[in-house]
């Protein structure tokens, strides 16, 4: 999708387009929530109830994933009459010289501007806070942006085509909404016996790892995970108004913590494969929750 004004914002009438595209390739659907999954587990979204998927190619200005693990298809599912959209992998930063920004969060603002109302990102993430192991889930109570790059960067509108997305100075206060995390947090707990933790992510560009220092001065930060994804979106998500929750998968420890391991993109992928079954289990818990999220306010 070309940019054609130098900002990080896509433009309200690529949103329009892909939102219209959405309605017409599901046959009329009217999703109502929206799910990024993160590295491995793309295929997941296949086995979901009425599962339809919407071909990338005919979703106008949609970004196309280059990473292992990050299939890039859309699924129309129906979770409890609802309809929601399960976006299989996600692009990255690292994949663009600039960032990339208005392509990495172009899927989730087009989603939103369709009608979905509640928005779940899902990443794979290395364990900072010691206490938070390999195959752990834990959700996101707050981020902290190491990657140097910031959506609200650059014009917010070209003049001529559009208005923009969102306020052009955006409040960022309650981006993982504390009310939609108490009440998934209560639900898992009432029907899986599990006390999900929350932890504070750090989104790093990439594409490398990060060094032993790094993650030292992570943790004296108050950083629990860290990864290269899903700042971005939440970030778009919250300002259009959205409510936020997202969870990491902890697939690693951070660089240092192992002597003498080495982390490479295939363990992560290892691992999301490995916890698919509690991925599985959980997420049959937080989706009826996504869908009807009455009550509960940005």
Sequence with gaps: MANIYGGNIPLRVDLTAAA????????????????????????????????????????????????????????????????????????HSYEYLDGGLDKITFPVCASIAHGCRTVFLTNAAGSVNLSYKPGDLVLLSDHINRSGLSVFSGPDHDGVRQQPVFPYFA??????????RGRIKETVSARLGIELPEGVYAWMRGRTYETPAEIRELRQAGVDQVGMSTVPEAQTAYAMGALVAGMSLITNYGAGIIAGSVLDHDEVTTAAKAAMTSFTRMMDVILPILVSPEGLTT
């Design 20 to 91: 219209q595209a959405i309605t017409t390739l599901s046959g009329g659907r009217k999703h109502v929530a929206c799910v990024v999954l993160g590295s491995g587990f793309s295929k997941w979204a296949q086995g979901l109830p009425d599962a339809m998927e919407l071909p990338i190619d005919q979703l106008p200005n949609w970004p196309t994933p280059t990473v292992q693990g990050h299939s890039g298809k859309v699924f129309s599912v129906v979770i409890q009459g609802k309809p929601a959209l399960i976006l299989a992998g996600r692009v």
């Design 171 to 180: 409040d960022q206060s309650d981006v993982y909404s504390a009310v939609l």
